[in-house]
Structure formats: C-alpha cells, structure tokens
C-alpha cells in the first residue's frame, strides 16, 4: 500500500492528508513514499505501483497503464537508435487497453480511489478540455462516485466512453461552457467551494501527478534505467511534473540511474504560455482555433514552487513551440512509420523530437522516452461502441450553473 506523508516541497513540513497546497508559501505538496524503492505488485494496470500512489486500495476495473516499447519505424526516419515510445492509449496488439485512449486514465482511477478513501466521497468537480473530463466520466461509471463535469461547447465531440450510460439517474453531470477551457474552470472553482461539492484539484492533486508519473516508472522497468530525454507536449505541464517528480524517486531508489531525464516539454503556438515564459520570447496573441485546445491552459503551475519551471530548471530542460503545420506533418510521419492513429496533443511531442533531432539536442544514441499521451481512437471502434456523453445544460456564467444544480436538488 501507498503508504506516505504529505510534505511541502519548499520546506518538507508534514501536512494533513489531502491537502492541496503548503499553507506557509502555497508551493505544491508531494508524497514522501515509506517505500524507497520500486517494487511492482501483482496487481493490474498501474496498480502495480501502488507503493507509489498515495491510496491504500485499488479500483480493479480500471487497470490502463503505460505501455513502453522500442521503436522502429519513427526511430528509423528520425535516425534515432534508442528511442523508447510510451503508449498511452489503446493498441491491443501492443497491450496497450488504456479505455479512454489518453493518458488521463493514470491520473481518473488514484484520484477517484483516494476520493473513496477520504470518506466524505462529495460530488467531484472536474473541468477539462475533454480528455480529463472522459477519464473521469469512465472511472465514474465503473464506480457510481458522483461526478460534474464542466467542459467547453467545442470540446463536446470528446465526451464519450465505451462504457453504457444508466439508465435513470446516473452519477455523471454533464455542462457545457460557452467559452474556452480556462472559463470551464472558472466556473468549476466557483461551484466546487459548495456544499456538497468538492475539488479534485488539478495540478495540485498529488494522485493525478503520481498516477502520470507511472509512465517514468513503467519506461525505468523497461529499460532497466532512466531515459537520458523525455519528450512531452503539455498543457498545464503537470505531465512534464509527474515525470520529474517520479524521476527523483527512481534517483533516490539507486538501481535506475543518477542522472534525470531532460525534459523536453512541447506547446502548440501561439497559444502557449509555458514556451514564451521558458524562452523569454514575447507572446502573441492566442488564436481561438489550433491544432488541439487541450494544450491551452491560460494559467499554468509555472512559476510556484514545485513547478513546472522548478522541473525544467532541475533538468536542464528545453521547452519547444509547434505551429500547426509543423505537428500536422508530425502526426502523419508517426502514424505512418507506427502503424497507430494517435491524437493531435501527442503528435506536437512527435514535432518537438524532430526538431531536437534535426539541431543535435539529442544525440543518436542518447535512450529517449516520447509519452504518446493518446491514441488508437480507430482501433478501439473496431472493438467498441462509443457511447457519446450528452450535456443537460449550456452556461456562460456560474451562477447559471448553481441555478441549474439547485433545481436539481
């Protein structure tokens, strides 16, 4: 079992259980795990690493998990000779069962556990770009656990689950929000504080981070050791959190490596707040319309302690910005040279190592991780139904919102 005290990374104080932030500096907390090092259980999915996921008990249906495997076809036209690909996703024939095809499968399944385990088990409130939000309306499903989710109109084509809705009442609330992501969450803050309602916490949420750092793991299982570079695309860069974070425990284990892993976090321009903040180049205008929303976070943990910047500064990372047109070509050289249909977040990571490649930021031998953080949309419609998740109202403001969910009551 998980077993952990929650410290705050500026100044190590103990804080309580569930905690979201240190009170003394607001800097992220972290799990400081009894285990030191990595042993995986017999346990399915990521469930494998339960020494490192802050819950004691497990979900058994949700059991996605990274899948590392070594290229081949990329690795051939990027003149790459050890570079490692993270899966994410659903590829059957890779083992690859991931049921929402992203990645934020590792982060739904340890949140919506440690919610069970706080007892209170109050309606949590998600707002997501889509992908986050699935994952959580699939792990809700499996568990009953009430669920509201506030997710932008143009992200709706992204609500669906392979698993049957319920009939009559079910545990997911649905809204959609005229605006962007950055009002879905707006509007969730101003709910969440409630009563009967409760925030899941974003990148401040230590189950969401460790769960995503299991990508680390499972690629330090593979290889017998740490990646020299991990590449990333990133919206709040909580990923990019997640594998450092889990980098420092395999560090502190002994048995994978002293060196991090550069990371080399990637952001769709020109909406990309964490590539002008890294590079110090002047921003321009966001545009409503790019490769894939899902990478915007207007707000990003940058800047506080236990950040995204802490996480490039500790090792020596690289932040790139992808135009549309460069992660289009990216996305078609992957699925080409793989053989799997991907999203369109993962192929401005696939953008960002050619790019590395082509400048000699990484080397032909250097043993690379890039996190496919989704993909196999195609494949998992040969097996599955899609079952599309509908929302019961369109708002523009909270107080829309609470009147909606008070005449629910």
């Known amino acids: 079992m998980g077993q952990y005290l929650l410290r705050c990374v500026s100044d190590r104080s103990v804080q309580p259980a569930y905690s979201l932030s240190c009170p003394h500096d607001n800097s992220l907390l972290r799990a400081d795990y009894q285990a030191r090092q990595m042993e995986p259980k017999s346990l399915p ?3 494998r690493f339960l020494d490192w996921l802050p819950v004691h008990g497990i979900i058994a249906e949700a059991e996605g998990a990274p899948v590392t495997y070594r290229s081949q076809g990329l690795a051939g036209e990027l003149g790459l000779e050890n570079l490692y690909i993270s899966f994410n996703g659903y590829w059957p024939e890779r083992g690859a069962r991931m049921p929402t095809c992203s990645f934020k499968d590792l982060e739904a399944a340890p949140t919506m556990q440690m919610l069970l385990e706080c ?8 707002a997501s770009a889509g992908n986050t939000a699935r994952a959580f309306a699939h792990v809700s499903a499996l568990t009953g656990q009430p669920l509201l989710l506030f997710v932008p109109e143009k992200a709706l084509a992204r609500m669906w689950t ?16 005229q605006g962007d992501y950055y009002d879905a969450i707006q509007i969730a803050e101003n709910v969440q504080s409630l009563p009967g309602f409760g925030a899941e916490g974003g990148a401040r949420n230590i189950a969401r981070r460790d769960g995503m750092g299991t990508v680390m793991l499972d690629a330090a299982l593979t290889l017998g050791r740490m990646p020299d570079h991990y590449f990333q695309a990133v919206g709040s860069g909580t990923g990019g959190i997640s594998a450092w974070e889990a980098a420092l425990r395999l560090k502190e284990d002994g048995r994978y490596g002293s060196l991090l892993p550069r990371l080399h976090l990637a952001q769709n321009i020109p909406n990309a707040p964490i590539y002008y903040a890294w590079t110090g180049k002047e921003p321009q205008a966001p545009c409503s319309d790019m490769f894939d929303d899902v990478l915007f976070n207007r707000k990003p943990p940058y800047a506080i302690p236990g950040g995204v910047k802490d996480a490039l500064r500790e090792t020596q990372g690289e932040v790139y910005g992808i135009t549309d047109q460069e992660a289009v070509a990216a996305k078609k050289l992957f699925e080409s040279s793989e053989e799997i249909d991907i999203l ?12 590395a490649a082509i400048a000699g930021s990484v080397h032909p031998k250097d043993i690379i991780l890039l996190n496919i953080t989704g993909g196999g949309v195609a494949r998992i419609k040969e097996e599955h139904t899609l079952h599309r998740l509908m929302p019961q109202i369109t708002v523009s403001h909270w107080e829309d919102a609470v009147q909606f969910l008070e005449g629910k009551k």
């Open 344 to 355: 369109n977040a993962p192929a401005v990571a696939v953008a960002a190592l050619e790019q």
């Open 119 to 126: 007892g209170e088990c109050p309606t949590l409130v998600v």
């Open 45 to 47: 999915g990521i469930w």
């Open 162 to 177: 392979t698993v049957p809705p319920r009939t009559g009442k079910g545990p997911v609330t649905l809204i959609a929000v």
